[in-house]
C-alpha cells in the first residue's frame, strides 16, 4: 500500500490535466518494446525480466489512481 505522506506528494504530478493521457502513451511504446523483446528472447532470465517489465508498466498506467486513493486516507 502506499504511503499516504508520499501518496499526498505526488498529487501534484498526478493532478495535471494531461498527466494520464501523456503518461499511457509512454507507458504503450514502453510495453511494446517489451513485448518484442518477448517474442525474440531465447533466454528464460530475459522472458522473466520482460514480463516483469510489463507488469510494472501495468501497475503504472493505474498510478493516478492509487495515489488519489491513497491520499484521501487518513
Known sequence: MLDIKVARDLLVL???PD???LMN?????KKKEQHRLL???D?????FR????CQILNKLM???TEVQSAAKRD
Open 50 to 53: 520482460a514480463q516483469g517489465a
Open 25 to 29: 502513451l509512454y507507458i504503450e511504446e
Open 14 to 16: 498526478v493532478n495535471q
Open 62 to 64: 493505474s498510478m493516478q
Open 43 to 47: 533466454d528464460d532470465m530475459d522472458m
Open 39 to 41: 517474442e525474440q528472447c
Open 19 to 21: 498527466f494520464q493521457e
